[in-house]
């Protein structure tokens, strides 16, 4: 499946070459000659992807107050340009479920971003009006790192996600459905698994998740210097 793109970029992007990353939400980078600052919202490692003198796509600020112009996108990986904007896998399902390209949501008449559940938010709830369907609780995740053509998350040690994947199950022991959209914005995975490499732990618990009846949804994004969409869904490694 290749649906037309999601999520379009605006004509104000631009390529600049990166120079470094120096705090958590900030980079630097080339751009016309001149060493600006950029915003990034991705927190993780980005292992593999930040190196000084790759290419990178940058978006300008919505607001044009903010101190940061640009917003991080994408880098440029071999080639490929490979996704950083973590705040897209939440937009995309919420689109992918208003263009009705993903069939896991069929049937569902209404999504609830940031639903609280528990002493948490997960980043959606999908709800049938019929009453014919259960909840769905989905929890999104970017996923950058590709080994051996295995995409696998985390990319760094994750308290939070581990946090997630208990909630996770707790909530699918009640009887709602519940499911992990891992949206792997790169194009050269072939499977998907957990980074037992990286955190051990969340790898474990990913598997107690699966086998707990939480649904995994690795989906591979279409993604080019026009935008975002949805490509093809990955099949997941057996632990």
Request: glycine share 8%; net charge negative; proline share 3%.
């Amino acid at each position: 499946m290749v649906a037309s793109k999601l999520i379009r970029f605006s004509e104000g992007c631009r390529k600049a070459t990166f120079i470094k990353r120096y705090k958590r939400f900030t980079v630097e980078a080339l751009l016309d000659g001149e060493v600006v600052g950029i915003h990034t919202n991705n927190t993780g490692s980005m292992l593999g992807l930040l190196r000084e003198g790759r290419e990178i796509y940058i978006s300008p600020a919505s607001n044009p107050a903010r101190k940061l112009k640009w917003t991080l996108e994408m880098t440029r990986l071999a080639g490929t340009w490979v996704g950083v904007n973590t705040i897209t896998p939440n937009r995309i399902l919420e689109l992918a479920f208003n263009a009705e390209v993903l069939s896991e949501l069929e049937g569902y008449t209404a999504v609830r971003r940031e639903a609280k559940v528990g002493g948490s938010r997960l980043d959606a709830l999908f709800t049938d009006e019929s009453g014919e369907r259960p909840d769905l609780w989905v929890e999104c995740k970017n996923v950058t790192l590709v080994e051996d053509e295995v995409a696998c998350f985390p990319d760094a040690q994750t308290e939070r996600g581990r946090k997630h994947l208990k909630e996770l199950m707790g909530i699918a022991a009640k009887g709602s459905r519940v499911a992990l959209f891992f949206f792997i914005q790169r194009s050269d995975g072939s499977c998907f698994g957990p980074a037992d490499f990286i955190d051990p732990q969340y790898a474990e618990l990913f598997y107690q998740a699966v086998d707990a009846g939480v649904e995994v949804w690795p989906y591979v994004a279409d993604i080019d210097e026009s935008g975002i969409g949805i490509s093809h869904k990955l099949g997941v490694v057996s632990s």
